[in-house]
């Protein structure tokens, strides 16, 4: 059980990094104002998915 949990932890871990240098890299030259719209667009995404 505590392999288990340990490995997932790793999963999350590797997935969040992976996640986070896409970010940076779609990100690129583009102006934090308009790099927050994607970004509040995909949260409100991540919302209508967790509520339905």
């Known amino acids: 059980m505590a392999r ?3 490995e997932k932890e ?6 969040e990094s992976v996640l ?3 970010a940076n890299k779609l990100r690129g030259g583009v102006s ?4 927050m719209n994607v970004v509040l667009g ?3 995404l991540k919302y209508l ?3 339905f």
């Open 4 to 6: 288990e949990k340990k």
């Open 42 to 44: 995909l949260v409100f």
């Open 20 to 22: 986070w240098a896409s």
């Open 32 to 35: 934090p104002y308009d790099y």
């Open 10 to 15: 790793v999963k999350q871990e590797s997935l």
């Open 49 to 51: 998915s967790d509520r």
